[in-house]
């Protein structure tokens, strides 16, 4: 088998946030030898597409925020599942890591005093998410993009790692193909950082870019780490409806963070019927209180309740939907026009103002959007150490979207941003006192690379076989059918054997290496495949709901079942489910919770 070899200290998997901001903490060493790869183009990771803005604790607007606060909210929002020494860290350092993206050359939206704009998001008691209108992503990935590239890393784009290797217990290498030629590289490295962002685009409706297929969580999976908490797929609620061309596009939820409101086709401003118990403390019972927090009078007012957390927004949607109040595409109308001029709306929400223009038609600033839930980003993912974001394998280190422990049941918006900033810089910090503690490059067995291969080469120019687009169609359905919002035990199980069938298929394409789409397909659908079946797995195992996964036959929390991780792992050809009992949360945490749930 032909291909070529590099070696590095360390290889980076993925250049969204988390990649580069591991990458510019790696970089930072020069005796180090550091490499990006993406399959995408650099600049054009799937971060580049966040709106809304970041969470930090950086107290610029109303109210006394702290790194206490921050905790707390997050604990709550993510229903007290989340690793609390993920929370703790994040909520300590969040603020931190925003003030130094703006030093490496962020511009932020400002106070009136100068300071970094901070707006409203669900489940954040403070106005905490630092942004750039609602291109908050693209200003992340430019300014962190610059920096990395002038520490001097060396970057490879559009190509695709399809299979890690190990050394004895260590990671040691990753195989990887040019999308545009389909040659093969191998990278031998000491240690590696999986950033490889989401898994979205295991369902039909959702929010992700092309690039939101779950390699980075079956690549690990495949090489023996857990994955854990794959049973929480958020499903963002506001998406749009509406042309089905776009129907599951992200409507930011800045949106409401803006004062819109969500109302049924009778008119009724329904979320004041979906307040939890557990967030009326937090939340107006009134359109009188709610509309004054909007206006700013934020000290003694409690926020609307479109401002609660996503996986109560989305369920209010459906059930309107299912009582047959909902919008004329079977959604809700979100409305911001009657509650801020054109201008606050223009300014505030540009992407959101020209998005429904040019693909729904719709002046945003004069008429209502329709909106509904859409899948948006996988909570679960590899589990690692909460300090040094490494995952099982000695080596294999996992930040971003790919990794699990933050968020728990349920991710607050924003929140994703600083983890990138966060965890980010600590896998780039730990991999390389990893590589610089490495003595020599662990070694990769040549059979194992050229098995990988031929695995690669199986489909091209098969004579029978599905066509993969059909496979992932087919796929995408299930998942949208069996393991969607609204969960059930016989349904996840047609779903499970719906999927295995699907792993059995054999995939034919056409038989050339170069710019093939198909074959391109296939390997995504081994990553998608392997995701599929560890959240319907995972969901099947936990009898209970809670935040975004949600079991109509068991309908309320489980005390037991709120007090572990489900784990999966690879046992030979079997995916093995296993509960693993959550961290004890110290007692000085627990306080500080009691201390804001009063
Ligand atoms: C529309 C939208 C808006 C959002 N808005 C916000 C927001 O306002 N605030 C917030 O906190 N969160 C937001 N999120 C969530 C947030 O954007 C993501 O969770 C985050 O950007 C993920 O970053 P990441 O670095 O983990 O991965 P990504 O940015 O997804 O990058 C993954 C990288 O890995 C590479 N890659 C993947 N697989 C491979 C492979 N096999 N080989 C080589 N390279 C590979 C990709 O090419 C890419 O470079 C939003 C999400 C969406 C969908």
Redesign the pocket.
């Given at each position: 088998m032909n291909y070529e070899t590099h070696n590095y200290d360390i290889l980076i998997?993925?250049?969204?946030?988390?990649?580069?901001r591991a990458a510019i903490e790696a970089t930072n060493d020069k005796s180090v030898k550091v490499a990006v790869?993406?399959?995408?183009l650099l600049g054009?990771?799937?971060?580049?597409?966040?709106?809304?803005?970041?969470?930090a604790s950086l107290d610029n607007m109303e109210g006394e925020d702290n790194w206490e606060v921050h905790f707390r909210d997050t604990m709550k929002g993510g229903k007290f599942l989340s690793n609390w020494e993920m929370v703790e860290i994040h909520a300590k350092e969040s603020a931190e890591r925003v003030r130094e993206l703006e030093e490496f050359g962020a511009v932020f939206d400002r106070t009136e005093d100068g300071d970094i704009h901070q707006r409203p998001f669900g489940g954040h008691t403070f106005a905490r998410?630092a942004?750039v209108a609602?291109r908050?992503?693209l200003e992340m990935?430019r300014t962190l993009q610059d920096k990395a590239v002038h520490q001097g890393i060396d970057v490879f784009m559009e190509?695709?790692?399809?299979k890690l290797f190990k050394d004895g217990d260590r990671i040691s290498g990753a195989l990887?193909y040019n999308r545009n030629d389909g040659k093969f590289t191998l990278f031998q490295a000491k240690a590696i950082i999986l950033?490889?962002?989401?898994c979205?685009k295991c369902f039909a409706v959702q929010?992700?870019?092309w690039?939101?297929?779950g390699?980075?969580h079956a690549?690990a999976y495949e090489v023996g780490a857990e994955l854990m908490d794959m049973e929480f797929m958020q499903f963002?609620p506001t998406g749009m409806v509406w042309p089905l061309s776009v129907k599951g596009?992200?409507v930011?939820?800045?949106v409401r963070g803006e004062g819109g409101i969500l109302k049924n086709s009778r008119g009724e401003r329904f979320m004041f019927n979906y307040i939890p118990d557990s967030f009326k403390n937090d939340v107006a019972d009134n359109e009188e209180e709610a509309n004054a927090w909007v206006k700013g009078d934020r000290q003694k007012n409690r926020k609307p309740p479109e401002l609660l957390t996503r996986d109560v927004v989305a369920k209010a949607i459906l059930e309107e939907v299912k009582a047959d109040r909902g919008s004329k595409h079977g959604g809700a109308y979100l409305d911001i026009a009657s509650e801020q001029s054109p201008d606050y709306i223009k300014k505030r929400l540009p992407s959101m103002y020209h998005q429904f223009m040019r693909l729904a038609d719709v002046d945003i600033t004069k008429d209502p959007m329709e909106v509904g839930p859409t899948a948006?980003?996988i909570m679960g993912g590899i589990k690692v150490n909460p300090q040094t974001t490494e995952s099982k394998i000695k080596g294999l280190f996992a930040?971003?979207?790919?990794a699990a422990g933050l968020h728990g049941a349920n991710r607050l918006?924003?929140?994703?941003?600083?983890?990138?900033l966060v965890f980010?810089k600590r896998s780039g910090e730990y991999a390389l006192k990893y590589a610089k503690n490495c003595e020599k490059t662990p070694s990769v067995s040549k059979e194992e690379v050229d098995r990988a291969i031929e695995e690669l080469l199986k489909p091209l120019g098969k004579e029978e076989g599905e066509n993969p687009f059909t496979v992932q169609s087919e796929l995408k359905e299930t998942m949208g059918k069996y393991c969607g919002i609204i969960r059930e035990e016989k349904e996840i199980e047609k779903g499970i054997k719906i999927i295995e069938e699907l792993m059995k298929k054999e995939v034919a394409v056409p038989d050339h290496r170069d710019l093939n789409t198909a074959w391109h397909a296939y390997v995504s659908l081994k990553?998608l495949l392997t995701v599929s079946l560890a959240l319907a797995k995972s969901a099947l195992a936990r009898k209970e709901s809670r935040g975004a996964h949600t079991r109509s036959d068991y309908p309320g929390y489980d005390e037991a079942l709120g007090k572990v991780n489900i784990i999966l792992n690879k046992s030979g050809e079997d995916m093995k489910v296993s509960k693993n009992p959550l961290p004890q949360l110290p007692e000085n945490l627990q306080k500080i919770i009691d201390k804001y749930e009063q």
């Open positions: 998997v993925g250049a969204g946030g988390a990649g580069l790869v993406c399959k995408s054009k990771a799937h971060t580049v597409m966040a709106e809304g803005g970041m969470a998410l942004h609602d908050t992503g990935i190509y695709r790692i399809t990887c950033a490889t962002g989401g979205g929010t992700n870019s690039e939101g297929t390699d980075g690549l963002h596009v992200l930011t939820e800045g948006h980003y930040s971003g979207e790919v918006g924003g929140n994703s941003l600083t983890d990138l980010g990553s």
